[in-house]
């Protein structure tokens, strides 16, 4: 339920109509807007008499959140959710751009895509440290070693740092590298991780599923938010259809749908999106003319030698060109992107 408190009420009237709710067995989420006070309360099979507490002291109207992830709904949190990372505020006007490798293989890898990237004007470097790969034979990424390369390789070249997480076990590791903690497509339902995802504290990047509807997606969404992490970024990567040519197919209806739906940003990974390196570009443009908060991109020095995705990797003079477009895109929308640096 959305419990919306009259405006100017004092702290002292929100807080005793906060505990009265979590008397009743709810959790009680706030948010504020237009100078009032709204008040998700959250809680399956709690027996409650609404009509009650709508004459309770400082509340103006007690109303239904007619969608199952509430705190993640526009209707709790009308205004659009700005999440601080490095030199960028996601969800406003400036649009991010995560750039980098998609697994960190070398120093000299990370340290030559990070500068090329930091060049065009990325703020944020991605780079996988553990990577889930299809075959057990395939490189699974440095571990620990690739996140200290990552980390000091964006550190030179003044970017933030956005990692995938792969297991409840690594949360602690790879926060203490990256600014983002990535949860990929493959482990969008995985509860636990998401828990303790959750819990440390960071922005997190929540990949949508190969195979979730945009409604599942959105719930494991709530599973974060309903953790007390409301710093959310969606990342549209593709998903699994009947089409062969591309590695997936991206659903840009995705990104008006959920910017309706949800307060959230929403990104674009156009790399997994289409698998294909001439393809990324074109889809990279559509992302962003539908509305997308900005893109995570794979960008190699040297693709064709890459450990992962190589296929799918830009070159850092493609990645730069499209930087450019992406400006010019922007400028149309009344967007922006970080100056080049
Ligand atoms: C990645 O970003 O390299 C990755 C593995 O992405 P996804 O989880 O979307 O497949
Ligand atoms: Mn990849």
């Not at 400082?58 to 709790?76: D, N």
Request: hydrophobic share 45%.
């Amino acid at each position: 339920m959305l419990v919306l408190l009259e405006k100017g009420v004092s702290e002292g009237v929100v807080n005793d109509v906060a505990v009265r709710l979590r008397m009743l067995g709810l959790a009680v989420h706030r948010t504020d807007h237009d100078g009032s006070v709204r008040l998700g309360a959250v809680g399956d099979g709690v027996p409650v008499d609404w009509d009650q507490v709508r004459k309770w002291t400082g509340i103006r109207a007690v109303e239904p959140i007619p969608v199952p992830f509430k705190l993640v709904s526009r209707a709790f949190h009308p205004q659009p959710t700005l999440i601080s990372v490095g030199r960028c505020t996601i969800g406003s006007d400036q649009l991010v751009l995560m750039a980098g490798p998609c697994s960190i293989e070398s120093e000299t890898q990370a340290f030559t895509v990070a500068a090329a990237v930091a060049k065009a004007g990325a703020t944020v470097m991605r780079g996988g440290a553990y990577k889930p790969r299809t075959s057990p034979y395939s490189f699974q990424g440095l571990g620990e070693e690739g996140l200290k390369l990552l980390r000091r390789a964006a550190d030179a070249h003044g970017l933030a740092v956005v990692s995938e997480v792969l297991d409840t076990q690594l949360v602690p590791q790879v926060a203490r590298y990256a600014d983002v903690l990535q949860v990929g497509a493959r482990n969008m339902q995985n509860f636990a991780l998401l828990r303790e995802v959750a819990r440390a504290g960071k922005p997190v990047l929540l990949k949508r599923g190969l195979a979730a509807t945009i409604e599942e997606w959105l719930m494991s969404a709530e599973h974060l938010l309903s953790q007390g992490n409301a710093q959310v970024i969606l990342c549209e990567r593709g998903i699994r259809t009947f089409e062969t040519y591309t590695r997936n197919t991206l659903d840009l209806n995705a990104v008006p749908v959920v910017k309706e739906l949800s307060h959230l940003p929403v990104i674009v990974d156009p790399s997994h999106g289409t698998g294909i390196r001439d393809k990324v570009a074109p889809m990279a443009r559509a992302a962003i003319a539908a509305g997308a908060d900005g893109l995570i991109v794979e960008v190699h020095h040297d693709p064709e030698r890459a450990l992962s995705d190589g296929a799918q990797s830009l070159y850092p003079e493609q990645f730069r060109e499209l930087v450019d477009q992406i400006r010019t895109i922007a400028g149309v929308l009344g967007r922006s992107v970080a100056a080049a640096r």
